[in-house]
């Protein structure tokens, strides 16, 4: 059974910095070294957006209100994902979900997914 774990949410003050964790079980290092992987959030009252993606090659995707702050990254060899989040703001409180599908091509970090984490609750105050 294919899962996804996030942990490294919390609480930091605007400004401040955080790092983000995704376990993934269920895939063989082989086979998650195809998957195009993202992070998605989910402020309260608001949908579900897309945040940043990586692809299988490495390449990364990111939505604009988080360019040059937030960076993602993967270390195929513990199947784990990564969002590094720098010059935190209010407006970044939100449930992360970390998220996955396989894929060969390049990886929007809009894209549809096909497994996703229970999420982790990252709060920013001002």
């Known amino acids: 059974e294919v899962q996804l774990v996030e942990s490294g949410g919390g609480s930091v003050q605007d400004g401040g910095s955080m790092r983000l964790s995704c376990a993934a079980s269920?895939?063989?290092?082989?086979?998650?070294?195809?998957?195009?992987m993202g992070w998605f959030r989910q402020a309260p009252g608001k949908e579900r957006e897309g945040v940043a993606a990586?692809?299988?090659?490495?390449?990364?995707s990111y939505a604009d209100p988080v360019k040059g702050r937030f960076t993602v990254s993967r270390d195929n060899a513990k199947n784990t994902l990564y969002l590094q989040m720098n010059s935190l703001k209010p407006e970044d409180t939100a449930m992360y979900y970390c998220?996955?599908?396989?894929?060969?091509?390049?990886?929007?970090?809009?894209?549809?997914?096909?497994?996703w984490g229970k999420g982790t609750l990252v709060t920013i105050s001002s």
């Open positions: 998220a996955a599908r396989y894929s060969n091509s390049f990886c929007r970090y809009y894209d549809a997914m096909s497994a």
């Open positions: 269920g895939y063989t290092g082989y086979t998650y070294s195809k998957l195009c």
């Open positions: 990586i692809s299988s090659d490495g390449s990364t």
